[in-house]
């Protein structure tokens, strides 16, 4: 069992803000807080994703606090998963943070005296404060549907996703309405034999600017939702998806010609309940992830509405427990927002009576 003030688990974008500012408040890596991720290496889930996803072709993303980021030239065609990985990578180096990898965090429960226990797959710690900023790469979401289990082809989730070149000359059907999904269809489009795209909703496209003003706009819908212990949807989902050259390309040529969900999972594709189907070698699940806070669970923080509630970045049924990157923050600003505010609350929290180990 070790002592220590703060514990931050994950080391994301969220992460790595919370432990810069941590920082800049005087608390020492190691001694006064420890920063500990799952992962392999450095660059959260970015380095988890698809090799064609470019850093050209990453939108919003921003700057960790206290360090550009200035890529060097040719930077747009390698894969976004080096790029931002190396920046994590200098950044934690910059500034001295000292990530424990990879340490699974197994359970957060209460401890002695007013302390949390955390426990990791590295021993145990004893901590006044916890930042969770585990993200939602590792509960991507898969939806159930009659007959799922019969399909003679291959499933898989975005988070397996493994570039276009693995479904050259199949049908491909592409199930989900967000960034991902549109992405994903794009490219396989190019060398599959066919593609189907499938979503629950019509998609909404975001014609025009997207200023400051519409920005704070759809936070606070997803913050709305936050703070009213309800299970949090992505940013994206009330932004709609931006109308890019691209997309607008896609549109023309009818590869985003969008059908209504299926109703069952044929062995060979998929069927609808007015007699159409499609038949496909490859249904493709780009119905994004939920966020990853089974760890909490020893400490009761879920909300009868199935989401934690929060007051900032603060859990309200308990104040040492703070989620950045979750909700309203899970976006790169928002979470280098978040991050700052919940070291405030944070420090606030410390500087009261020591509780007692």
């Given at each position: 069992m070790r002592d220590i003030d703060v514990v931050v688990v994950g080391a994301g974008q969220a992460g790595l803000s919370g432990a810069y500012h941590l920082r800049r408040s005087g608390l020492e890596p190691d001694r006064d807080f420890v920063v500990l991720d799952h992962a392999p290496r450095p660059g959260g889930a970015w380095q988890f994703r698809w090799p064609s996803l470019t850093y050209g072709k990453v939108h919003g993303m921003h700057a960790l606090p206290g360090m550009e980021l200035t890529p060097a030239e040719g930077a747009e065609a390698r894969p976004s998963s080096e790029v931002i990985g190396e920046y994590?990578?200098?950044?934690?180096?910059?500034f001295g943070l000292r990530v424990h990898r990879p340490v699974d965090v197994r359970a957060v429960r209460e401890g002695d005296g007013g302390r949390?226990?955390?426990?990791?797959?590295?021993?145990?710690?004893?901590?006044?404060?916890?930042?969770?900023?585990?993200?939602?790469?590792?509960?991507?979401?898969?939806p159930r549907y009659p007959g799922q289990e019969t399909f003679r082809g291959r499933q898989l989730h975005t988070a397996d996703y493994p570039g276009p070149g693995e479904f050259a000359g199949l049908r491909v059907i592409v199930v989900g309405?967000?960034?991902?999904?549109?992405?994903?269809?794009?490219?396989?489009?190019?060398?599959?034999?066919?593609t189907t795209w499938v979503t629950?909703?019509?998609?909404?496209?975001?014609?025009?600017?997207?200023?400051?003003?519409?920005g704070r706009a759809a936070v606070a819908l997803v913050e709305e939702r936050v703070r009213r212990g309800l299970p949090p949807r992505s940013v994206v989902s009330v932004t709609g998806l931006?109308?890019?050259?691209?997309?607008?390309?896609?549109?023309?040529?009818?590869?985003?010609?969008?059908?209504?969900?299926?109703?069952?999972?044929?062995?060979?594709?998929?069927?609808?309940?007015?007699?159409?189907?499609?038949?496909?070698?490859?249904?493709?699940?780009?119905?994004?992830?939920?966020?990853?806070?089974?760890?909490?669970?020893?400490?009761?923080?879920?909300?009868?509405?199935?989401g934690i509630r929060l007051e900032g970045t603060r859990a309200v049924r308990d104040e040492r427990v703070h989620l950045v990157g979750y909700g309203p923050s899970a976006s790169t600003i928002g979470a280098n927002r978040a991050g700052r505010a919940a070291v405030r609350e944070i420090s606030r929290l410390l500087e009261r009576e020591p509780a007692a180990a």
């Amino acid at each position: 069992m070790r002592d220590i003030d703060v514990v931050v688990v994950g080391a994301g974008q969220a992460g790595l803000s919370g432990a810069y500012h941590l920082r800049r408040s005087g608390l020492e890596p190691d001694r006064d807080f420890v920063v500990l991720d799952h992962a392999p290496r450095p660059g959260g889930a970015w380095q988890f994703r698809w090799p064609s996803l470019t850093y050209g072709k990453v939108h919003g993303m921003h700057a960790l606090p206290g360090m550009e980021l200035t890529p060097a030239e040719g930077a747009e065609a390698r894969p976004s998963s080096e790029v931002i990985g190396e920046y994590f990578a200098a950044y934690e180096r910059r500034f001295g943070l000292r990530v424990h990898r990879p340490v699974d965090v197994r359970a957060v429960r209460e401890g002695d005296g007013g302390r949390l226990l955390v426990e990791t797959s590295e021993g145990s710690w004893s901590a006044r404060g916890l930042i969770s900023a585990t993200g939602t790469w590792d509960r991507p979401f898969w939806p159930r549907y009659p007959g799922q289990e019969t399909f003679r082809g291959r499933q898989l989730h975005t988070a397996d996703y493994p570039g276009p070149g693995e479904f050259a000359g199949l049908r491909v059907i592409v199930v989900g309405g967000g960034a991902s999904g549109t992405q994903h269809l794009m490219e396989i489009a190019e060398v599959a034999a066919d593609t189907t795209w499938v979503t629950r909703r019509p998609p909404v496209f975001r014609e025009g600017p997207f200023g400051e003003e519409q920005g704070r706009a759809a936070v606070a819908l997803v913050e709305e939702r936050v703070r009213r212990g309800l299970p949090p949807r992505s940013v994206v989902s009330v932004t709609g998806l931006p109308l890019t050259e691209a997309i607008a390309r896609a549109r023309e040529t009818g590869v985003l010609d969008r059908l209504p969900m299926f109703d069952r999972i044929t062995a060979t594709g998929v069927a609808w309940d007015d007699g159409r189907t499609v038949e496909a070698e490859v249904i493709l699940w780009a119905t994004g992830f939920r966020p990853a806070v089974s760890h909490l669970a020893p400490l009761g923080l879920r909300e009868p509405g199935g989401g934690i509630r929060l007051e900032g970045t603060r859990a309200v049924r308990d104040e040492r427990v703070h989620l950045v990157g979750y909700g309203p923050s899970a976006s790169t600003i928002g979470a280098n927002r978040a991050g700052r505010a919940a070291v405030r609350e944070i420090s606030r929290l410390l500087e009261r009576e020591p509780a007692a180990a």
